[in-house]
C-alpha cells in the first residue's frame, strides 16, 4: 500500500523559540505551588494526578519549530534514560544518536555504532544502555564516552529485534529472529571480552519479548498472530520447564479457533495465551508491545490478516485470581490504525502514569486515551471498548515509526522514516 498521509486536516504549527533548559527550569519554579506539587509527584511516580490536569496538559502539547536529524534513513526505536537527559536514537544506517531532550538539540552520532541497522535501546541505568542490531549483536555503551562501546554481545544467529534490561535480576533479556530469547548476566565479569548468554526459549516465528518491571511476568509477540505471557516467571528454569512444550503449543495453537487459558508447569512459568481480539480484526503479525507503568496491562499493535489495517489492542494482564478468569475477556480498549508504511513496525509508548497513548499515524501521531476526560482505565473500564483520540499533530514529511514520552518530564518525542526527530511540548 503507498505510503501516503492519512485523510486528516493537516494541523498549522506557529513558530516559537525551543526552550532552553534554563527558561524551562526558571518557568517551573515559578508555577503555582499546585502545579510544583503535582510535578514532583510525577516525576517520584506516583498516578495521583487528576484527570482534568492530565488532558489539559496532554492535549496541548504542540510541536516545536525544530525538527533534528538523527539519521540517513529510518529511526527505528527513541528511548529515554531513566533521569530524562538523555533521548537515544537506533538508526536503521547502523548509527546511533544522543540527544539532550530539555534543549532539544543533538549531541552526537556514534557512526556504524553496528554493523547493520540498530533496533532497540535499553537503559540498564541513567548513564548505560544497550543497543541490538540486524549484525546478530548486543552492544553496551556508556553515555559518557561514546567513542568505542564497553562490550559486544554475540550469541544469536540472527537479527536482534529486541532488547530489555531487567534490573531486579541484573540481566539483559534479548530476542532475535533466530527464535530465541536470551539472557545476559552483564554485571558479572567476563573474560577475554565475551559475556555468555543462556538460551531460555524457543519460539516459532519470534518478533519481540518485554517483561515486567517486577520479572513476575515475560510477555512475548510471533508473526502467527499470538501473544502470550509467562506468569510467575522464573529465569533459571524456564528453559528446562518450557523449551519443548512451547514449541508444541506454539505449532499448533490458533488465536482464531482455540482458547488456552492457563498451562500450568509446576506452578513456575506458567504459560497463558491471549486470543480475544477485536470482532473486526484477525491478527497476523504482532510487532510491538509496551507495558503499562503499573504493569496491570499490555498494549500491543498488530497488522490484520489481510493487511488493509492495523489494530492496537490493550488486554489486563494480571494473574488469575478466581474462576472468574475464565469468563472474563482480557480485552479491555482497542482503536484500528492505518498500515502505512507497510512491513514497518510502529512503536506506541506509553505517558508517566499510563493514562494517555501516543500511537503513529502516517506521518503524524495521535494521542488516545481510554475516555475523552483522561481517566485511568480503572475509573472507565466496564467492557471492552474503543480508545478515544484526544489530540493529533502532523509531524513529520515521512511515516512515524516510533514514539516515546520522557519518564520525567512533559516531553514527547517520536522518529520516523525520513531519519527525523521531533519534539513536542504543552503549549497552553
Known amino acids: 500500500m503507498a505510503d501516503t498521509e492519512p485523510p486528516r486536516k493537516k494541523l498549522k504549527v506557529k513558530e516559537r523559540k525551543i526552550f532552553e533548559s534554563k527558561k ?3 518557568d517551573t519554579c515559578s508555577c503555582p505551588t499546585f502545579l510544583k506539587y503535582q510535578l514532583s509527584l510525577r516525576a517520584l511516580g506516583f498516578y495521583d494526578v487528576p484527570s482534568s490536569w492530565t488532558k489539559k496538559w496532554y492535549t496541548s502539547l504542540k510541536l516545536l ?3 533534528q536529524y538523527a539519521s540517513t534513513d529510518a529511526i527505528f526505536n527513541l528511548e529515554f534514560s531513566p533521569d530524562g537527559k538523555y533521548l537515544v536514537a537506533a538508526c536503521e544506517n547502523s548509527d546511533i544518536t544522543l540527544f539532550d531532550p530539555c534543549i532539544h538539540k543533538k549531541l552526537r552520532s556514534v557512526n556504524n555504532a553496528h554493523k547493520d541497522s540498530v533496533n532497540c535501546i535499553s537503559f540498564l541505568d541513567t548513564i548505560t544502555f544497550a543497543s541490538c542490531s540486524d549484525d546478530k549483536t548486543v552492544s553496551l555503551w556508556d553515555v559518557r564516552n561514546l567513542k568505542t562501546n564497553i562490550v559486544n554481545l554475540k550469541g544469536h544467529s540472527s537479527w536482534v529485534k529486541s532488547i530489555h534490561y531487567c534490573s531486579k535480576t541484573g540481566q539483559l533479556i534479548s530476542s532475535a529472529f533466530d527464535d530465541t530469547v536470551r539472557t545476559w548476566n552483564v554485571n ?3 573474560k577475554n571480552g565475551e559475556v555468555k548468554s ?3 526459549l524457543n519460539v516459532p516465528y519470534l518478533t519481540r519479548t518485554k517483561i515486567s518491571n517486577d520479572a513476575s511476568q515475560l510477555f512475548v509477540a510471533t508473526t502467527t498472530g499470538f501473544l502470550f505471557i509467562i506468569h510467575n ?3 533459571k528454569t524456564l528453559k528446562l520447564d518450557t523449551k519443548e512444550e512451547l514449541h508444541n503449543l506454539a505449532a499448533s495453537f490458533n488465536p482464531r479457533k482455540r482458547k488456552v487459558p492457563f498451562k500450568d508447569v509446576r506452578n513456575t512459568n506458567t504459560i497463558e495465551f491471549l486470543n480475544d481480539y477485536p470482532s473486526d480484526s484477525k491478527p497476523w503479525c504482532i510487532a510491538s508491545i509496551q507495558i503499562h507503568p503499573s504493569g496491570n496491562t499490555i498494549l500491543s499493535r498488530y497488522t490484520n490478516q489481510n493487511a488493509s489495517s492495523e489494530w492496537s489492542v490493550i488486554h489486563d494482564t494480571q494473574p488469575d485470581t478466581g474462576p472468574l478468569f475464565f469468563k472474563m ?12 508504511a507497510s512491513g514497518f513496525i510502529k512503536e506506541l509508548c506509553y505517558n508517566q502514569d499510563g493514562r494517555i497513548i501516543c500511537s503513529p499515524f502516517g506521518n503524524s501521531i495521535r494521542l488516545l486515551a481510554y475516555d475523552r476526560n483522561c481517566n485511568d482505565l480503572v475509573e472507565c473500564y466496564q467492557n471492552p471498548s474503543p480508545l478515544v483520540e484526544i489530540g493529533f499533530v502532523t509531524s513529520h514529511k515521512n511515516s512515524v515509526l516510533t514514539t516515546r514520552f520522557s519518564p520525567t518530564l512533559p516531553i514527547l518525542a517520536s522518529g520516523c522514516l525520513g531519519g527525523q526527530v521531533s519534539f513536542y511540548q504543552p503549549r497552553f
Open 233 to 235: 516467571l522464573n529465569l
Open 198 to 200: 543462556n538460551k531460555v
Open 329 to 340: 475477556s482480557r480485552l479491555q480498549s482497542y482503536i484500528e490504525e492505518p498500515n502505512l
Open 24 to 26: 524551562f527550569v526558571e
Open 65 to 67: 519549530n525544530k525538527i
Open 188 to 190: 558479572e565479569n567476563y
